[in-house]
């Protein structure tokens, strides 16, 4: 079952422009991941945010964790056409059993438009 | 540049043929995993390895999968008997240990895009 949903499923923006999407998840979590998909490739870690972090920089990725809401936002500045491409947040969860695979959401597919 | 080797990249194979599909994790990593992604489920967590021995694999049906890991440098995931239903996209990832013994972020394959007719 899916712990992280992301909102929008679907975004087409122009070049130049700024992404935001969003991410929203059920249980306690250790840390909250990002990660992009290109079209037919695996998937590539972009920026973690532990838990007791509210905010985390990185190039033109700025990530948002708001553990009282449950929800993270991802926000891509001054977007280029490479950056289409599937974005998923994937949690870790506290667990006591050891078991510490990530859970993904659906993902937010991004159109960058040139 | 260290990565992910997965085999194969493609396959596709007839209902009730075994299918199976191996990972070389990155040198060092002591975590491996197993997800499949399909458009309906998204990604979803088969199993899990942690220094070669399995942590969870409670996302995979027992009945027809099995994950190994023979060694440090393999991983393999395998379908006996196949289904149409098992055509999906299998991914393996590997992490590497953290402070405090806890993984952060995964390095994952390119996949294997499995076709069951």
């Known amino acids: 079952s899916q712990q992280g949903e992301e909102d929008p499923q679907a975004l087409s923006i122009q070049e130049g422009e700024n992404a935001t999407m969003n991410c929203s998840y059920k249980t306690s979590i250790n840390n909250l991941q990002w990660y992009r998909q290109n079209s037919g490739r695996g998937l590539v870690h972009l920026i973690l945010i532990r838990s007791n972090e509210r905010e985390k920089h990185s190039g033109r990725l700025r990530v948002t964790l708001d553990t009282s809401k449950k929800s993270s936002s991802l926000l891509i500045t001054a977007s280029r056409a490479a950056d289409t491409a599937s974005y998923f947040c994937?949690?870790?969860?506290?667990?006591?059993?050891?078991?510490?695979?990530?859970?993904f959401g659906k993902g937010t597919h991004l159109i960058i438009q040139p | 540049d260290a990565r992910v080797t997965q085999t194969p990249r493609h396959k596709v194979t007839e209902m009730g043929q075994e299918v199976t599909m191996r990972c070389q994790p990155i040198?060092?990593?002591?975590?491996v995993f197993w997800y499949r992604q399909t458009m309906m489920q998204g990604l979803e967590l088969l199993a899990y390895?942690?220094?070669?021995?399995?942590?969870?694999d409670s996302g995979m049906p027992k009945d027809r999968f099995s994950a190994e890991m023979p060694d440090a440098t393999l991983a393999t995931l395998k379908i006996q008997p196949s289904e149409p239903r098992d055509s999906a996209v299998y991914f393996c990832a590997s992490g590497s240990p953290l402070a405090g013994g806890r993984t952060g972020e995964l390095f994952f394959g390119e996949g294997s895009r499995l076709t069951v007719l």
């Open positions: 040198l060092g990593h002591n975590t």
């Open positions: 390895f942690r220094n070669r021995a399995p942590l969870d």
């Open positions: 994937a949690t870790r969860s506290f667990t006591g059993g050891g078991a510490d695979g990530l859970t």
